[in-house]
């Protein structure tokens, strides 16, 4: 690509995306100084003064801000404040960040910034999603007294994260159901090799599970179906808020629940940077076909 | 479901849908006269009159017929016209067909009879994709001068034939990449374990297979990419009309290419039939529950 | 089986194997006064005078002791000296235990009574196996930042533990090469999907993996090859002693080495006490069989 | 290795292993005037007496003769006597063959040459075992009207073929149970994610399956068991002679059998060639270490 970045603020997912557009591109970081893990190929930059040139991209973190106004920083001491990121940018320059709101993006379009959010393309989503299911699988594996091979599985949801669950969980030899609404999820999974079942019919089979990932962000497992889960079933729960477990029944009745959130940040931070300047690289791909650019 | 079910014309499909259906229903048979693979559980009728009760479904072939007057009954020296059907069912009847034209689909709703094409469901098509898989790999390997094991391949598409092809293939140990346009399906192939590659990139290096499976439904190997094949690649096109290869200019260049269609009917009859019958079940189970029937 | 059992000593695998031989057996338990992970299918008694009957067979720990006089009891504050299990089972009882040493096993052989190592037998390793390889890739997820999807592995030996963890990691999508000694062994690992190298041409290419897992319980992993070993790299040694890594060099030239004993009784001791349990079941009817008793 | 090999007779593998050697060696062929396999990169003699130099190798086919005086050759309308062979080779000259009857290694050693049977060895019958199973698994989807996915599939043995038909049924999710003898068996079976059940057991539960592969050389499927299989179950002989079903009563009895024997020659020849190559690769770097030669 051979242009110039800045990456602003964030965490060791940032650090490593840093480090993969340092192969092919002039990098430059700021909001590391508490850090050691920020590769040699990227430059660092102690304040935002210290930049002599200006960005073709400015890469934001995931979240990209907890205020609104400034960067999250995690890694620094020193505050970084978005308006201040308009001045350190050339004037067809691209802003990129993660689960952008609408106030941050207003602050660098106003200023007629290109704004691109990473975190919503389909592609980051789908890459995620292996960091994720690994990380479900570590958390039963350390959970669990006994083998994953030969336990009862039951997946709630067959989208993205349950389809690559399935498949990193084909090589314990568990038994996996999946409960979905729509026949053509079902017949996902009865192509994936799983045993399948409506979520309507899911009450009086519940019973019959070691453990249960959840990836549907809907109360799916309410009362009626946590009284009917097996007491030594460990419930592990995948999905955004709301989450699918009405936790606090779950804890009056003692069904064992984890509610797993955001982990390719937390489990495989350095994969999870590469995902984004994958995801970067294909947004500034897809510019430069469409407009012929470079 | 406790159903009067009139099969009507079809093939082997037939005669296996049959055969589920006669689990849960009564059923009756007409065009089979010509074949012994009719179950016993099935009630075998000699013609449209014989027929003392009026059907709840009539469940026609796929596809439905050749001439949009006759049903298609290749296991029958007799013709059924369609018309005659509509004095054999019920007055809030459904007929199911699979890929149903516009003037037979008329000859039915005229009568305002309901009715229903299982062949365009979603589940009817993921469910299909595992035969379609199965018979590339079977004639793959009954092309190939060598195990399936350890060869490269490469997969165009991205889709559900694509995605069930290469779970298949994960037990023979083949080299497998996707070429697909959009970055998110790209992103689906390397989570499925496979190498990807942008169909704008194909050129390069599709020299380098031992066998391409294609499934889009467009001319991907024009000349340019046939000329750069390897004089040793077995094509395999699963893709319907147009296909997704020059075949005059595979000819001429002795670019060895098979094009497989329909292959579930083929390959695998009864599964195809349970399908069928599986995809009646659902349509039949969502107006259940859409209109409160039983 | 029918008979009655004394389990004796031992941790959460005696607990779990008391279990299951409790759903056809007698079973009374002695040396668990600490725990509550006992079943309620399972008798406790306070010592070795509280038993009212005679045993058919007395289960023993792995291992069975540690000073030769006394049981393992982890679970127990008293000491139950292995002398005294002599007087509470039937002339023709036999007792069981694991890694038996010579002074254990001559104590009950001079009483002449029949003493059983499950221990040493084959299926005991090959499905013990399963927890190894399921708490090495544990602990690789643990300490990885990145997915293990997408990773270069090189897994060094060919035999139980290394041809399930290639089972295991297959879900993955890992490359992995295999490393080992016999032509037969690097048959194995192509078959199985792997690359393969001679251990004698390890050295060339040892530079190139993220993880590497060793099975092999000779120091295969010596100062020239730890010296080529990438600095990212995780070495998980799963030999027994002396196991495959000079540890001392590798500490001094920090390779991050993990050295994991005794994975299933730590990482799934209910399985693992299950195995006990199914090869005490294989012992007692290759007896039956052979004996022609019951 | 740059040696000089005479390849004399045999089928497409002895073509397919003479191209392979000829990588790295210089590489003369003779029996092959009536086909068009043989590579570019191979020398073809017409007979004994045109060869102006002598050779390091001579590589035999699998089997090398019929009579024990003549070579096999297919390809060929010229007869080769094994006796002529002996002078177109080096004083320290090796003779690679495939099942080597003691009549004919008798015709070499007695000339004090070295006789080397590549069949004999582990990791060509390892290697083969793909070309086999894969073999056995083409067939299966030949002769089934249904997918092979979903089907309950009986494998008798638990030996290489039986692993490695395990492995590539691991893709098409089928059920399997493997029946065997040995308890370290019925491990293994449950270690790959297969059902076990005892040789002694299999009475009992033979009706249910609706593939058996056997790999057993022995008559298992006896009358006994013959009775009991479901009539539309497929039965697929993988064993040499005497093969493992009673063929006579499985005829009488209605049971559709197919013994498939020497599939590696017949489905895969190229494949096959390779790994006898890759055998006589190994058996010349063994005798090369142990020998201090090159």
Known sequence: MNKTFFIVGGDLRSAALADVLA?????????????????????????????????????????????????????????ISLESLTHIIKEDGIVFGGLISPEVREIFEK?????????VREEFAVLNAVATAEGAVQVAMEELATTLSGRKILILGAGRIAK????????????????????????????????????????????????????????????????????????????????GVDLNTAGMLGVRTIWLLSLPGKVAPVTSGKVIADTIGNILSERSVSHGGN
């Not at 200023?111 to 975190?119: F, K, M, N, P």
């Open 164 to 243: 690559v669950l399935i498949g990193v969980l084909s090589g314990f030899h568990t038994d996996i159901t999946v409960a979905a609404r729509k026949c053509s999820d079902l017949a996902w999974a009865q192509v994936f090799g799983c045993r399948s079942v409506p979520i309507s019919g899911l009450e009086k089979v519940i019973g019959g599970y070691d453990v249960i990932f959840n990836t549907v962000p809907a109360v799916i497992l309410d009362e009626n179906k946590l009284k009917k889960i097996s007491r030594n079933c460990l419930v592990i729960d995948l999905a955004s808020k709301p989450g």
């Open 23 to 79: 192969e092919n591109n002039r990098v430059f970081a700021i909001g590391f100084d508490r850090t050691a893990a920020m590769s040699e190929r990227v430059q660092m930059a102690d304040s935002i003064v210290s930049f002599s040139e200006r960005a073709d991209c400015i890469v934001l973190p995931l979240p990209v801000s907890s205020d609104g106004i400034t960067v999250n920083t995690p890694f620094s001491g020193k505050s």
């Open 111 to 119: 200023r007629d910034l290109i704004v691109a959010d990473y975190a």
